[in-house]
């Protein structure tokens, strides 16, 4: 995603592509969880309706990016990680 003319976020959909911290596409929710304990913020998803689709957001220390790993109830199907607020917007582009 761009924004302001520069690479604001980058989404993974697919692919064995894994954050810094090891977590991967499929991996499940308990291990991101774990992974990034008492850094998570869980949000209701957009379109997968409650109680199985969440968004579980990590943000820097400063709070001026984040990681956001969308989920089915069980396992993470997409993540996207970059500038914050960017990391937020639900339909990939501006």
């Avoid at 995603?1 to 993974?12: L, N």
């Avoid at 954050?19 to 499929?26: K, N």
Wanted: hydrophobic share 35%; glycine share 10%; aromatic share 10%.
């Amino acid at each position: 995603m761009f924004s302001r003319g520069r690479v604001a976020r980058v989404d993974v959909r697919e692919g064995a592509t894994k954050t810094a911290a090891g977590i991967r596409l499929g991996d499940n929710i308990p291990k991101v969880m774990e992974v990034y304990h008492g850094r998570i913020e869980v949000t209701p998803h957009q379109y997968i309706p409650e109680p199985e689709g969440k968004y579980l957001t990590v943000k820097s220390v400063n709070g001026k990016r984040a990681i956001r790993f969308e989920t089915d109830g069980d396992r993470v199907v997409t993540f996207y990680a970059g500038r914050f607020p960017e990391v937020q917007y639900v339909e990939g582009c501006l």
